[in-house]
């Protein structure tokens, strides 16, 4: 069995709640949705089986936090992904899942061996694409099992309705999960403030704690 990887590389992570933490990062080729804001768009990937997959994080001599695996959507390769899981839990390694959110039973298979599940929360009014509440919801409903937390992008055309839903749905399955709103990365942060004051303010009256938080290693310029 084999999967597409883009990348394998140690970093510290550069957003959401783990903000800093260094980690080792598998990057999977391939996504099942098409965001807008998409910047994750390689066109090279090499072929791994899990043990080779698996002897090139064992390089990675220092201690991590855990390995982000990311993507692209990694769930795709949910059958890979649950060998190496296996492997290098075994070695002691922890977790990170980093998803769009919206593939439940790959999620289901998977859910044992995954300690932090950072999850997208996808917009409409953001990504351009047809809603995917059911979807968000239902994920949602498997992935609160571990510890979770979820990203919503934020851009100009973000609308209100749209965090309003994404509040609603969120205290409806999770309650204790915190929410990120990270500015869209590709448009200018000072066109973004008053939107991300005012979400924010949404999100207090809405019950939900929130946190805007852009992406720190495109600021700093690394991985
Ligand atoms: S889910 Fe992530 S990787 Fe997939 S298209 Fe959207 S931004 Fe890109």
């Known amino acids: 069995m084999k999967a597409k990887i883009v990348e394998v590389f140690e970093s510290i992570q550069g957003e959401g709640l783990y ?12 996504c099942n949705l098409s965001c807008s804001f ?3 768009r390689p066109d090279r990937f090499m072929e791994y089986d899990p043990q080779e997959l698996f002897k090139e994080i064992e390089l990675y001599q220092d201690k991590y936090h855990s390995i982000s695996f990311t993507g692209g959507e ?36 998977l859910i044992e061996y995954i300690d932090f599940v950072a999850m997208d929360l996808k917009l409409p009014s953001s990504t351009g694409m047809g809603d995917l509440w059911d979807k968000h919801r239902n994920f949602l409903k498997v992935a609160r099992r571990k510890e979770v937390f979820l990203k919503a ?26 929410l990120i709103l990270q500015p869209n990365s590709n448009e200018h942060p000072g066109l973004l403030d008053k939107k991300l004051s005012r979400f924010k303010e949404i999100c207090v009256q809405e019950r939900v704690t929130a946190c805007v938080i852009p992406q720190i290693h495109k600021m700093i310029g690394i991985k």
């Open 153 to 178: 992008i934020i851009c100009q055309l973000t609308k209100e309705e749209d965090l309003k839903q994404a509040l609603e749905l969120i205290r409806g399955v999770s309650p204790g999960s915190v």
């Open 74 to 109: 990694p769930l795709l390769c949910k059958d890979f992904l649950k060998e190496i899981l296996v492997l290098t839990a075994k070695h002691g390694h922890k977790h990170y899942l980093e998803t769009n959110g919206t593939l439940t039973a790959e999620l289901e298979e």
């Open 38 to 40: 998409c910047d994750t």
């Open 19 to 30: 903000l800093g933490e260094k980690q080792i990062f598998v990057r999977f080729f391939g």
